[in-house]
């Protein structure tokens, strides 16, 4: 896709990535402490939206008189699955959720780096080529990633360590769409492509998300392809992954 173009330079400094997606069971323990009441985990922006749309929970939670707590899964409500990775979450969710934690989300160039890394066959230090998929350049297939619908929902953050990345990200690829820290922005020499419509009416008011999801196709799925939604937006497959604030 246009956005996509072309290969640049950029420079990343050392940091630190979570392996798996955030889960269910460490969103919960935001939600039950307090995290959608509290302002200080909040932006400004967050807080607006917030109280625009009186959040409480993830969109499609709820919980039970006697303490559990379902979700929504198509047209049925069931307990959660502590080791899947939550999602619908927004932007400002996944931010919040960062600060309480004491953490932060990947940059676009970090997302890109940890998926893409190839190690050089010599001396282990990065090579000048980079993977199409985490795994490598095999095609996607069920044993890679959780792609086309193949499993009608998310599987725990543990599963398809065949699709590790070469510096053990697991499932950056597939599962859940991942946010990124970055704002949706042009990559330097950006020409309109074909669909002038696509990509530079969202430039500058939308944020990046990596990977796809469960439901994404394979045949569209690459480590550079960029997704791309306003900050507000719960109706999406997305959840996150965190880096450490230092390395």
């Not at 967050?46 to 559990?68: C, L």
């Not at 932007?91 to 190690?119: D, I, K, N, V």
């Not at 990509?199 to 569209?220: D, E, I, M, Y």
């Amino acid at each position: 896709f246009d956005n996509e173009k072309w290969a640049h330079q950029v420079s990343i400094h050392p940091f630190t990535m979570a392996a798996n997606t955030v889960t269910q069971r460490e969103f919960l323990a935001f939600v039950e402490d307090g995290g959608y009441r509290h302002r200080q985990w909040w932006s400004d922006a967050g807080r607006q939206w917030k109280e625009k749309v009186k959040a409480e929970t993830p969109v499609y939670w709820r919980k039970q008189s006697n303490g559990n707590w379902l979700r929504r899964d198509f047209d049925r409500w069931v307990p959660l699955e502590p080791a899947r990775p939550v999602i619908h979450v927004n932007w400002h969710e996944a931010e919040a959720y960062c600060r309480w934690a004491g953490r932060r989300l990947p940059s676009e160039a970090e997302w890109e780096w940890a998926a893409s890394f190839q190690p050089d066959a010599v001396d282990g230090e990065s090579s000048p080529a980079k993977r199409r998929f985490p795994w490598g350049d095999a095609d996607p297939t069920p044993m890679y990633a959780n792609l086309d619908w193949h499993c009608l929902g998310t599987v725990d953050v543990a599963a398809l360590p065949a699709g590790d990345s070469a510096l053990r990200c697991r499932q950056m690829i597939g599962n859940v769409w991942q946010w990124t820290a970055d704002t949706f922005l042009p990559y330097p020499g950006f020409q309109i492509g074909p669909y002038k419509e696509y990509s530079q009416p969202w430039f500058h008011t939308c944020k990046v998300l990596r990977g796809g999801s469960w439901a994404t196709r394979s045949r569209l799925m690459r480590n550079t392809l960029r997704n791309f939604f306003t900050p507000d937006r719960r109706d999406i497959w997305a959840g996150f992954r965190t880096c450490a604030l230092e390395y």
